[in-house]
């Protein structure tokens, strides 16, 4: 079993320049064992942020290959697209129902690709319909003051303007997908 934990800590960034926060998170498994897939958090802060703030849009894929999602977590800005191409030789259906930004790209078979934007801050739950283990997660924000750590769970968010901030932590459960 495996508990995943949301963090949620305050942070203040001093003085009249933009700051680089940094650090490293650890997550426990069951038996206080270290988790062996820190990549898969995101890390942002919540506080003070406006126009100026908002991330330059992006274009990331998630592949699908036997069967899974791969990355298992992608974290980007609103008004981005990501891309699933079909590496399998047989069809699936990508689609989510996390509200606001439900969707649903149809079956399509080996060798094609479809997109979707997601224009709205939120988690979405990604899933296929043919292949109901298959899940993956996109984490929309709406700021640019994010990051996925490393391996190590070092993680950097540069340019942070300085007032209170609430730094959140998010993990995304395991799944079996074969």
Not at 110 to 134: A, D, I, W
Request: with cysteine; net charge positive; glycine share 8%.
């Amino acid at each position: 079993m495996r508990w995943v934990v949301g963090l949620v800590g305050l942070l203040s960034v001093a003085g009249w320049q933009a700051a680089r926060v940094n650090g490293r998170i650890a997550i426990l498994e069951k038996e206080n064992k270290a988790s062996p897939d820190l990549g898969d958090a995101v890390l942002y802060l919540e506080g003070p942020t406006g126009a100026a703030d908002r991330a330059p849009r992006v274009t990331v894929e998630i592949a699908i290959t036997d069967k899974v999602y791969a990355p298992h977590v992608v974290v980007v800005p609103a008004g981005s697209t990501v891309r699933f191409p079909n590496h399998d030789p047989f069809n699936h259906n990508v689609f989510s129902v996390s509200e606001p930004n439900t969707f649903d790209l149809g079956l399509y078979g080996r060798g094609e690709t479809k997109s979707h934007t997601f224009t709205q801050p939120g988690l979405v739950r990604v899933y296929c319909n043919v292949h109901p283990r298959m899940v993956a997660y996109v984490q929309v924000m709406a700021n640019r003051y994010y990051a996925q750590p490393g391996a190590d769970g070092s993680f950097s968010i540069d340019n942070v303007p300085p007032g209170r901030y609430r730094l959140h932590v998010w993990h995304a459960p395991t799944t079996s997908v074969k």
